[in-house]
């Protein structure tokens, strides 16, 4: 199993363009996660997704979107990139469990530059 | 909303010393995680806390968490250089339904 898979692993963009992070994975996991992680903040939780065909905010969602048409995948975009969007992104994704237990499991990061 | 605050920031030790990171949240949490990154890695689940007053082991790890279910602490006894990395809480509220709000992290840097 390949886990967590994240594409690209790097990018560089130009303020106002636009790009999809790609996060698939392959444990049948109800539950997937997009973070940002800067310096110092720990991870940020951007968007998450509870299930296919749904999602929802998290803490940090202005100038994000995401979608999950298929239970394995799960978008994240860009429409107008900044600087202050530069940061490393990582995917996770957890099982379900009415106990609650739900330990994540990340993908390898997406680095991102907007210059 | 919630808040989890973890210090030290960072922590330089001797190989063989000890070390310890605190973890403290703004409200009383439902459970709380531990994960590490190696550096240029991704986070790595280390153990989970549910039970107020729990402590948990894991080789020379000593998690715990506090009766108020409200901080929680990881003790590395003797550290090695393969300790090195950050270590980050995650604590999930009562109401935050399936959202983890992790801590800023502490960095152990380990000298041989």
């Known amino acids: 199993n390949a886990g967590v898979t994240q594409t690209p692993k790097f990018r560089v963009l130009k303020t106002g363009q636009s790009m999809t992070l790609l996060c698939a994975q392959d444990?049948?996991?109800?539950?997937m996660y997009w973070y940002r992680q800067d310096p110092g903040m720990g991870l940020r939780l951007i968007h998450y997704?509870?299930?296919?065909?749904?999602?929802a905010k998290g803490e940090v969602p202005d100038g994000y979107n995401v979608s999950r048409l298929k239970k394995q995948n799960f978008l994240l975009g860009l429409e107008s990139a900044a600087p202050s969007q530069t940061s490393v992104y990582f995917c996770a994704s957890s099982y379900f469990e009415t106990s609650g237990f739900y330990e994540q499991y990340f993908g390898p990061g997406t680095r991102l530059t907007v210059t | 909303g919630q808040q989890v605050m973890q210090i030290p920031q960072y922590q330089h030790v001797q190989e063989g010393e000890d070390f310890t990171t605190y973890c403290n949240s703004s409200?009383?949490?439902?459970?709380i995680q531990w994960y590490k990154q190696r550096p240029g890695g991704h986070p790595v689940f280390l153990i989970q806390l549910v039970k107020s007053g729990e402590v948990k082991k894991q080789k020379r790890l000593t998690f715990q968490f506090g009766e108020a279910k409200k901080n929680s602490s990881l003790h590395i006894t003797a550290t090695q250089t393969t300790d090195v990395g950050t270590y980050f809480c995650a604590g999930r509220g009562n109401n935050a339904g399936n959202m983890l709000t992790f801590g800023g992290g502490t960095r152990l840097m380990v000298k041989p």
């Open positions: 409200t009383t949490l439902s459970n």
């Open positions: 444990m049948n996991h109800e539950y």
């Open positions: 997704s509870v299930g296919e065909g749904t999602t």
